[in-house]
Every structure is written in C-alpha cells, then in structure tokens.
C-alpha cells in the first residue's frame, strides 16, 4: 500500500495534542512548521531548486533540527506511519473474518479519523509525488516495506508463514489497487471522499478482480 500522501504523517488533530505533554506538543508543531515550509518553499520555487537550508530558514530552524525529524528532503512531504494503525486494527479484528475483508477495514478506519481534517496536505503531497521522480521513488519503497509489515501482520493473523507467496501477490495487488485510488482521487478534481474510493477499489479486489 502506498505511503499516505497515504500517510497516511498523519499530524496529530487538535484533541490528540490536547492529551500530549508540552515536550510532545512542541514536537510536532516543530515538524508540522517544518513541512508548511517545505510545502510554500516548493510551490513558489519548484521542488529541486529549494533546499533544506532554505526549509529551515523558513521554519525558523536550524538544518540539524529538520535532520532530528526528517532523514532527508523527500521525507518532509512523505514520512508517514501508515502501517503502525493499520496493523494495530488489523490484530484487533474478528479471528474469523477473511483477511482481505480484515484489511480493507482497518486500512479505511485508520485512515477516516484524520482525512477530512487534512484533506487539503494529502492533496498538496499526491501533487507533488505525480511531479517529483524523487518522491515517487521514495514513494514505492516506502510502499514496499509497509506491504512486507502488512503482510507478517496477516501471517500472524492467519497461522501462516510470513513468506508465503499467496499473501504477496494479495497485498501487491491491494497496494496497485491503493495507488490508482489515490491517483483517481488526486486526477478527477478529488470527486467525493477519499475514504470512498478507496473502497471501491478494495471492493474490486475482494470480488476476485471482476469487472
């Protein structure tokens, strides 16, 4: 599955910062000040003509801190925890309730929580994954390792080995699926929730790829 522009990182909501402590709250508006920058940076100048010494200029950071948050660039617009909420509800669903179906929920409900509120840095990070070869590179390994934790998570999951070859193609197709929603999403003026396209793509998948 693709890093959210997935993401699914997803910034804390106003309530989950409520219950941090001030060290934690200052954190995270340090790494949300430093993407911000980033964001209005690369939208004025372009991506390959703005630097990390320019992003901490506008942050009002030093270059050492954006590299105590972010290993590099392309890690400011996607650095994303997908796979830690997914997994957690994916554990937490019924023992008996088939794997895709499993997924396909917890990937939907991680993910409904904070859409709406951030909507808008999905949609400014998917624009710039279509435009920046570096990011769409970073993209897909990201999505490379999400689909690896996914699938030792469905293994644990189903009694099987986390090698087995049936999960892999299963979630390969579920993170080809994910992309052209997302694709979808960002290239038809974003019609209706992303939550709901997501679905749909889910649904094709979980019907056996009938068209």
């Given at each position: 599955?693709?890093?959210?522009?997935?993401?699914?990182?997803?910034?804390?909501?106003?309530?989950?910062?409520?219950?941090?402590?001030?060290?934690?709250?200052?954190?995270?508006?340090?790494?949300?000040?430093?993407?911000?920058?980033?964001?209005?940076?690369?939208?004025?100048?372009?991506?390959?003509?703005?630097?990390?010494?320019?992003?901490?200029?506008?942050?009002?950071?030093?270059?050492?801190?954006?590299?105590?948050y972010f290993a590099s660039k392309e890690h400011i617009i996607l650095t994303a925890d997908f796979a830690g909420p997914v997994i957690e509800l994916l554990l937490a669903?019924?023992?008996?309730?088939p794997p895709l179906i499993a997924l396909r929920r917890a990937a939907t409900e991680s993910l409904r929580p904070v859409y709406r509120e951030f909507e808008v840095e999905f949609a400014r990070r998917l624009k710039l994954v279509r435009e920046v070869p570096a990011l769409r590179a970073q993209m897909y390994e990201a999505q490379g390792r999400l689909v690896e934790a996914v699938s030792m998570a469905l293994a644990k999951r189903a009694g099987r080995q986390e090698?087995?070859?049936?999960?892999?193609?299963?979630?390969?197709?579920?993170?080809?699926?994910?992309t052209q929603a997302l694709y979808a999403w960002g290239d038809h003026g974003r019609p209706g929730e992303l939550v709901e396209i997501i679905e749909r793509a889910l649904a094709v998948l979980q019907r056996g790829l009938t068209l």
């Open positions: 599955m693709p890093t959210m522009p997935p993401g699914p990182a997803s910034p804390a909501t106003a309530t989950s910062q409520a219950n941090l402590g001030l060290r934690a709250r200052k954190k995270l508006r340090t790494r949300q000040a430093i993407r911000e920058a980033a964001y209005r940076l690369i939208e004025e100048q372009g991506y390959d003509n703005t630097t990390i010494e320019q992003i901490a200029a506008a942050a009002e950071v030093s270059p050492s801190t954006i590299f105590r669903r019924p023992a008996d309730e090698d087995d070859i049936e999960l892999r193609i299963a979630l390969g197709a579920l993170a080809g699926a994910l």
